[in-house]
C-alpha cells in the first residue's frame, strides 16, 4: 500500500493499491471479497446520487466537502449523498460494493482505480461531462495537459481534480554552511551533497521504509528527468533504455559517495520528517507543503527548480488524481450534472487550505489563497509543465500502468539501489523481468 502521512498527522493512502501490482486481466476485480459498509444501489433511494470519497486531508476536508455534496440539487430534484471511504482496505470495499451493486454512482479514490473498473465495464465515461464543460465555460479552465492521461480508445475514463506532484526541496542554511549553491543540475547534485557530507547533513533525501513510497518514486522521477521511463512511446514496457541506464548509474554513483543516507532504505515518511525537521536533510524529493509538513514555516525550508539532466532534459513526476462516474447510477444525466457542480465548487477546499495537492483549475491557482504560497505558485509554474506520469514515455494511464505504484518489482529495485547492492544493468534487468511476470498474468 502507498502510504503518506499528511502534515495532520493521519495516515492515508493517495495511489497505489497491491491488488494493482498485477494486470486487470489478472485479478479478480469484481469478486465479492470483503464487505464494504453501503447498503443501497449506485444512487440510493429517491434517485440521490451517491458520491464516495476518500480522507484526502485533516477531518475538516471531508466535513467541507460533504457540506459541498449537500447542497447539490439536480436534474429532476435530484439530491446527492456524501460518504467517507477509509483508505484501509479500500479496494476491498469499492470491489465488493460494484460487485453486489452496492457501491457509488460517483467517487474520488486511488489514481489507477476507474482504469481497472473501466476494464471491467463498470466505469461511465466522461466525454458527455466534458460537453457539459465546455458550454459553461469550466472546460477552458482545466491547466494544460491534465486531461491527456485520461484519454483512452473509449473516451475519457475520469476527470482530474487534483494534482499530487513530486518536488525537490531545499534547506538553504545547509547549503550556505557547506558553502555551495543549491543544486540545479545532476553534476551539482554530486558536488553538493560531497560538501554536505562533510558538515554531517544528507544531500539527497529520501526513504524507502514501511508504507513509505517516496523511494520508489524517486527512482523513477530520476529516470523521468532524464528523458526515460519504464514505457515507451506506444505503452509496451521499456525499462532496459539507456536513459534508464543512466539515470540508474547516477543513483549508484550518488549512494556510492553517501550522499543518500545509508539507512534510507529502512525510512518511513515518520523518519523523513524527522530528518526535515531536526535540520539534517538539506535537498531532497518530497510532496508538497513541506515547511508546514516538518513546522518550519521560517523560509529556510524552500522549494527549488527542477534539475536538469545530462542531455538537458527536465522532467517532474506527477499524480493526476481524479473523479469517476459508475455505470450503476440511477440517471447518468444526474452523475454528470454533480460533477458539474462539484468541480465548481472544489476551490472551497484550497481556500480554506484543506488540501495539500495543486488543483487542476486555472481559476484557483489565480486565487489569492493560492498565490499566498510561493512555494506551490513554484511548483505549479515550473513542474506542472513538465510533469510525467507512470506512464512515460508514453501519455496514457491504463490499468497496467498501475503494476508500478506500490508492486514488489519496483520495492526490489529501490531496495537495491539504495543499499548499491548491484550494478544498474542487472537491477534494471531485475526490475525488467519483476514487471513482465506481472503484466503477463
Not at 444501489?41 to 480522507?55: L, N, R, V, Y
Not at 529516470?223 to 526515460?228: F, Y
Not at 465548487?345 to 484550497?350: A, C, E, G, S, V
Not at 481556500?351 to 486555472?362: A, D, G, N, R
Request: a negative charge.
Amino acid at each position: 500500500m502507498t502510504n503518506i502521512k499528511p502534515q495532520n498527522g493521519s495516515s492515508f493512502s493517495r495511489r497505489g493499491f497491491l491488488s494493482m501490482t498485477a494486470a486487470a486481466a489478472s485479478v479478480p476485480l469484481l469478486a465479492a471479497c470483503g464487505g464494504g459498509s453501503a447498503t443501497q444501489g449506485g444512487g440510493g433511494a429517491g434517485g440521490t446520487i451517491k458520491f464516495w470519497d476518500m480522507p484526502w486531508g485533516p477531518p475538516a476536508y471531508n466535513d467541507a466537502a460533504k457540506k459541498i455534496v449537500d447542497g447539490f440539487s439536480g436534474p429532476g430534484g435530484s439530491k446527492a449523498s456524501y460518504q467517507i471511504i477509509q483508505w484501509n482496505n479500500f479496494y476491498q470495499t469499492f470491489s465488493s460494493a460494484i460487485a453486489s451493486k452496492t457501491g457509488p454512482a460517483v467517487s474520488s479514490g486511488a489514481a489507477f482505480l476507474a482504469f481497472q473498473f473501466a476494464d471491467q465495464g463498470q466505469i461511465s465515461y466522461a466525454d458527455n461531462l466534458l460537453d457539459k464543460l465546455k458550454k459553461n465555460g469550466q472546460f477552458d479552465d482545466f491547466l494544460p495537459g491534465v486531461l491527456d492521461p485520461f484519454k483512452s480508445d473509449k473516451g475519457y475514463v475520469a476527470t482530474p481534480w487534483q494534482v499530487s506532484v513530486r518536488a525537490l526541496w531545499a534547506r538553504k542554511s545547509l547549503f550556505e554552511r557547506a558553502g555551495v549553491d543549491v543544486p540545479t543540475d545532476w553534476s551539482s547534485l554530486l558536488e553538493s551533497g560531497k560538501a554536505l557530507k562533510k558538515i554531517g547533513a544528507v544531500g539527497f533525501a529520501t526513504g524507502a521504509g514501511a508504507g513509505n513510497p517516496i523511494g520508489n518514486h524517486l527512482m523513477l522521477m530520476m529516470m523521468l528527468n532524464n528523458g526515460g521511463g519504464v514505457f515507451d512511446e506506444n505503452g509496451e514496457l521499456d525499462v532496459m533504455n539507456d536513459r534508464n541506464v543512466e539515470a540508474t548509474e547516477f543513483l549508484l554513483e550518488i549512494v556510492s559517495n553517501g550522499i543518500i543516507d545509508p539507512a534510507a532504505v529502512s525510512y518511513t515518511t515518520d523518519n523523513l520528517d524527522s530528518q526535515w525537521k531536526d535540520k539534517k536533510a538539506a535537498f531532497g524529493m518530497y510532496v508538497l507543503n513541506v515547511p508546514e509538513r516538518v513546522g518550519d514555516t521560517s523560509g529556510d525550508v524552500v522549494a527549488v527548480s527542477p534539475l536538469t539532466a545530462p542531455h538537458g532534459d527536465k522532467a517532474a513526476l506527477v499524480f493526476y488524481e481524479n473523479l469517476m462516474m459508475y455505470t450503476n447510477t440511477p440517471s447518468q444525466d444526474a452523475s454528470e450534472e454533480f460533477l458539474v457542480y462539484y468541480l465548481g465548487q472544489i476551490k472551497q477546499l484550497w481556500q480554506q487550505k484543506l488540501m495539500s495537492t495543486l488543483p487542476v483549475f486555472k481559476s484557483i491557482t489565480d486565487s489569492p489563497e493560492f498565490q499566498a504560497d510561493p512555494n506551490n505558485v513554484k511548483i505549479v509554474n515550473e513542474y506542472l509543465p513538465i510533469g510525467k506520469t507512470f506512464a512515460a514515455r508514453g501519455n496514457t494511464l491504463s490499468a497496467q500502468v498501475g503494476a508500478l505504484d506500490g508492486g514488489q518489482a519496483l520495492n526490489q529495485f529501490t531496495q537495491t539501489v539504495l543499499t548499491g547492492q548491484s550494478d544498474a544493468k542487472t537491477a534494471l534487468k531485475t526490475f525488467q523481468s519483476g514487471l513482465e511476470s506481472v503484466l503477463k498474468k
